[in-house]
């Protein structure tokens, strides 16, 4: 078991404790299924972003609550050559093929989650939804955004901003890896 894994599953039990809710009433606030959260209480796996997005909501905490390992002062610098924390996907849960780099570590009062993605050709992109905004910059390769009934290509240098309380999904387009900058901000409490 990874010490992240372990880390984010313990701070998730914490709160849920402190709430007095079981792992049964946290599933039907967020969504996720009750096998799901225990894997991730357990550290057995590190849920992908949507999954975590849906636990913190149903925690009513922000998404950084349960990511940040410690306080940094401003500014928040991440130089590309030592991204860190590599999250994995969850099979049953989410998307295969998505590695997140969280990019605001460190800064605890923070409104926005940025992260970089790394996203496989192969990628099982899955539909969410949720409160809040999402802003996304590609990078490199091309990424499908399908938002509602509507799919966009977009291409290196291109962004969409949109309310992510409509159904989205964002995928690697043609079967190629691409990379993104997202920045996802979520209301809390």
Same mark, same amino acid.
């Given at each position: 078991?990874?010490? !992240?894994?372990?880390?984010?599953? !313990?701070?998730?039990?914490?709160?849920?404790?402190?709430?007095?809710?079981?792992?049964?009433?946290?599933?039907?606030?967020?969504?996720?299924?009750?096998?799901?959260?225990?894997?991730?209480?357990?550290?057995?796996?590190?849920?992908?972003?949507? *999954?975590?997005?849906?636990?913190?909501?149903?925690?009513?905490?922000?998404?950084?609550?349960?990511?940040?390992?410690?306080?940094?002062?401003?500014?928040?610098?991440?130089?590309?050559?030592?991204?860190?924390?590599?999250?994995?996907?969850?099979?049953?849960?989410?998307?295969?093929?998505?590695?997140?780099?969280?990019?605001?570590?460190?800064? *605890?009062?923070?409104?926005?989650?940025?992260?970089?993605?790394?996203?496989?050709?192969?990628?099982?992109?899955?539909?969410?939804?949720?409160?809040? !905004? !999402?802003?996304?910059?590609?990078?490199?390769?091309?990424?499908?955004?399908?938002?509602?009934?509507?799919?966009?290509?977009?291409?290196?240098?291109?962004?969409?901003?949109?309310?992510?309380?409509?159904?989205?999904? *964002?995928?690697?387009?043609?079967?190629?890896?691409?990379?993104?900058?997202?920045?996802?901000?979520?209301?809390?409490?």
């Amino acid at each position: 078991m990874s010490q !992240e894994k372990e880390k984010l599953g !313990e701070r998730i039990a914490s709160f849920r404790n402190r709430l007095e809710m079981t792992v049964e009433e946290l599933a039907g606030k967020s969504g996720v299924s009750p096998s799901v959260i225990r894997a991730v209480e357990a550290g057995e796996v590190y849920p992908a972003l949507g *999954v975590l997005v849906r636990i913190s909501r149903g925690l009513g905490q922000r998404l950084g609550t349960f990511m940040d390992d410690q306080y940094s002062p401003d500014p928040i610098v991440v130089r590309a050559g030592s991204r860190t924390q590599d999250v994995k996907s969850h099979q049953e849960s989410t998307a295969a093929g998505f590695k997140y780099f969280p990019l605001g570590q460190g800064k *605890v009062d923070r409104h926005i989650d940025p992260f970089y993605i790394e996203i496989a050709g192969d990628s099982e992109a899955f539909v969410s939804s949720h409160e809040g !905004e !999402e802003f996304i910059i590609v990078v490199s390769g091309e990424i499908e955004l399908t938002y509602g009934e509507e799919k966009t290509i977009l291409k290196p240098g291109d962004s969409a901003y949109y309310n992510s309380v409509v159904k989205h999904r *964002v995928a690697a387009a043609g079967g190629k890896p691409a990379t993104i900058y997202a920045a996802i901000f979520m209301p809390y409490n």
